[in-house]
């Protein structure tokens, strides 16, 4: 008899676990354990969507015949996977396993579980996703700097998807370009999915509100949906209501509307509720019948073959190390509002709103408002990355990690990405309504009710010209520093070294 582990975010018929084991002869586990729910102290709507998927995944998988054991959170004394296996693994003669999404617990599946097991340790590739780690290590291979384009390609070619034979889908890679439009209210935003709650969804959220209250977000409003069929609905919802619209708005950022097009899929589609490649096959399908663009569909399928896999594929090749780089020598800690939400920062103050609410933000949101601000104060990376984990539903370390360390806070040096996704206020004020219900003035620098991201920003550029002057993307922006009267910008300086001195008070 064989032991399969299935892990949090494990939750797919199609893993390669299922795949290897006998449903007549071999057993299946799950457990809740204090240590995974712990070791950052992980949303409340993030422990509720996982451990409920998990049951409800584990009922799934004993309707079809499985025999699993489950361990539910406070019925048993295990904190750990170790002690799990002490118990678990009498009388079987094998563990199985499919290779987990975290290097911190991959390293213990590696090096501890067998002897906690007392029996060998199988561990399977992840099959669940369209690029292999050799796949990606050979097109990474010789490369100084990779770029997501033309990953994004070789995955087009790879997957078929919006290929003509060898060339894409009208004429062109990437519509970018028609993607960047602030929403005026015109078109009519999508209607809200609201799933029916069952037991399970009870017990899980009464659990989550009495054990981790201390952990950052409230329940009030859960809307995650918890089984492969909700997902699936979610998925439905998303290419009927949504997926027409997305490529326009993708950048758009609202005052009071904290989803607009975006899907919403990536927790389904992060804990194995939903497969990536039929989330992709949908929306093809969607454009192939002529019920969403092109621009769109292309927009939306980017974002899954080209950033999600480009960024695990840069967490295998580089993890460790790559959670210690900190190439701008960035050291301050995290301001409180980002636990708070309190701030006079109206764009923060929206974006920890969603945050805190619904455990979401969308990607403009976390890159643009929440990140850029981390990065124009020079947060270490470390902090950053952390709450980066905590707070959103879909947060896995190989996800967020390059995405925070290397998108936002451009710590790697710019193997990522070519430059820092710094900006000013203008930015945020070209693509939200915000500066409008904001206390701080965008069109300003220097005046002590100016927006700080103006003075910081230009801090940034300053204290880094030795890094970035170099950088041909950047050249205009030196350009532009040089050009400005030396007594704009050191007011700016100035003005921004008292923002530096407590950040805190903003
Ligand atoms: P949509 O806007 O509808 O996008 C569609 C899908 O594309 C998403 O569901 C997701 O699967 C995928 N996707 C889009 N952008 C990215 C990206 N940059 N990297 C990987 N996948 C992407 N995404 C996570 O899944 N987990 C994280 O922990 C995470 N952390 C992030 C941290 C920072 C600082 C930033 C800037 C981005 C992060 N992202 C993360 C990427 C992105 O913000 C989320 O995937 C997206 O906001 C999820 O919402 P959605 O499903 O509505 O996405
Ligand atoms: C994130 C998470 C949480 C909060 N809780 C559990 C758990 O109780 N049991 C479990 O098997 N997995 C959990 N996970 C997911 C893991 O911590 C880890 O992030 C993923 O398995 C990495 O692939
Ligand atoms: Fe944000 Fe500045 Fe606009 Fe206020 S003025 S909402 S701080 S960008």
């Given at each position: 008899m064989k032991i399969g582990i299935v892990l949090g975010d494990q939750l797919s018929h199609s893993l390669p676990t299922l795949a290897q084991l006998n449903k007549q002869t071999d057993r299946l586990v799950m457990a809740e354990l204090a240590d995974e729910a712990r070791y950052v102290k992980h949303h409340q709507q993030k422990l509720a969507l996982i451990f409920s998927a998990m049951r409800h995944f584990a009922a799934e998988l004993r309707s079809t015949g499985w025999q699993v054991d489950y361990h539910a959170f406070g019925e048993h004394g295990f904190?750990?996977?170790?002690?799990?296996?002490?118990?678990?693994?009498?009388?079987?003669?094998?563990?199985?396993?499919?290779?987990?999404?975290?290097?911190?617990?991959?390293?213990?599946?590696?090096?501890?579980?067998?002897k906690s097991a007392g029996v060998p340790v199988h561990c399977l590739e992840d099959s669940r996703f369209l690029c292999a780690a050799d796949f990606f290590q050979r097109w990474a291979s010789?490369?100084?700097?990779?770029?997501?384009?033309?990953?994004?390609?070789?995955?087009?070619?790879?997957?078929?998807?919006?290929?003509?034979?060898?060339?894409?889908?009208?004429?062109?890679?990437?519509?970018?370009?028609?993607?960047?439009?602030?929403?005026?209210?015109?078109?009519?935003?999508?209607?809200?999915?609201?799933?029916?709650?069952?037991?399970?969804?009870?017990?899980?959220?009464?659990?989550?509100?009495?054990?981790?209250?201390?952990?950052?977000?409230?329940?009030?409003?859960?809307?995650?949906g918890t089984t492969s069929a909700q997902a699936q609905q979610a998925l439905d919802h998303f290419i009927e209501h949504r997926l027409r619209h997305f490529g326009d708005y993708q950048d758009a950022m609202v005052t009071g509307e904290d989803t607009l097009f975006h899907s919403l899929l990536s927790p389904y589609i992060n804990i194995g509720l939903l497969d990536p490649m039929v989330?992709?096959?949908?929306?093809?399908?969607?454009?192939?019948?002529?019920?969403?663009?092109?621009?769109?569909?292309?927009?939306?399928?980017?974002?899954?073959?080209?950033?999600?896999?480009?960024?695990?594929?840069?967490?295998?090749?580089?993890?460790?190390?790559?959670?210690?780089e900190n190439r701008l020598g960035n050291d301050r800690p995290l301001p409180s509002y980002y636990w708070t939400g309190e701030t006079k920062m109206h764009c923060m103050a929206e974006c920890f709103r969603n945050t805190l609410d619904h455990a979401y933000a969308h990607h403009i949101q976390r890159l643009m408002v929440t990140g850029n601000f981390a990065l124009l104060l020079g947060v270490l990376p470390e902090a950053?990355?952390?709450?980066?984990?905590?707070?959103?539903?879909?947060?896995?370390?190989?996800?967020?990690?390059?995405?925070?360390?290397?998108?936002?806070?451009?710590?790697?040096?710019?193997?990522?990405?070519?430059?820092?996704?710094?900006?000013?206020?203008?930015?945020?004020?070209?693509?939200?309504?915000?500066?409008?219900?904001?206390?701080?003035?965008?069109?300003?620098?220097?005046?002590?009710?100016?927006?700080?991201?103006?003075?910081?920003?230009?801090?940034?550029?300053?204290?880094?010209?030795?890094?970035?002057?170099?950088?041909?993307?950047m050249r205009m922006i030196y350009r532009n520093l040089e050009r400005m009267e030396a007594a704009k910008v050191d007011a700016m300086l100035q003005r921004a070294e008292r923002l530096l001195a407590d950040p805190d008070a903003l």
């Open positions: 904190h750990s996977f170790e002690s799990l296996l002490e118990t678990v693994c009498d009388g079987a003669e094998a563990v199985v396993v499919t290779h987990c999404g975290e290097y911190r617990l991959q390293q213990r599946i590696e090096h501890h579980w067998q010789g490369k100084k700097q990779l770029r997501m384009e033309f990953f994004y390609r070789e995955m087009r070619r790879h997957t078929g998807l919006l290929m003509e034979g060898d060339e894409p889908v009208g004429g062109q890679w990437n519509f970018d370009s028609s993607n960047r439009q602030p929403y005026k209210g015109k078109t009519p935003l999508p209607p809200v999915l609201a799933f029916d709650r069952d037991e399970i969804d009870r017990d899980v959220l009464a659990l989550v509100s009495e054990e981790f209250a201390d952990h950052i977000g409230t329940l009030d409003d859960f809307q995650w989330v992709c096959q949908a929306a093809e399908q969607a454009y192939f019948s002529g019920d969403a663009p092109l621009n769109a569909v292309e927009g939306f399928i980017r974002q899954i073959i080209g950033w999600r896999e480009y960024v695990r594929g840069i967490y295998w090749l580089l993890m460790p190390d790559y959670a210690k950053i990355c952390q709450w980066y984990l905590e707070v959103y539903a879909d947060a896995f370390d190989w996800v967020e990690l390059p995405n925070t360390l290397g998108m936002v806070m451009h710590a790697d040096g710019g193997y990522l990405g070519s430059k820092p996704y710094a900006a000013s206020g203008s930015y945020i004020n070209r693509m939200s309504d915000y500066c409008k219900h904001c206390q701080y003035n965008v069109k300003t620098a220097s005046e002590p009710d100016s927006c700080p991201f103006n003075s910081l920003y230009w801090h940034f550029v300053h204290r880094h010209r030795q890094q970035f002057a170099g950088n041909h993307r």
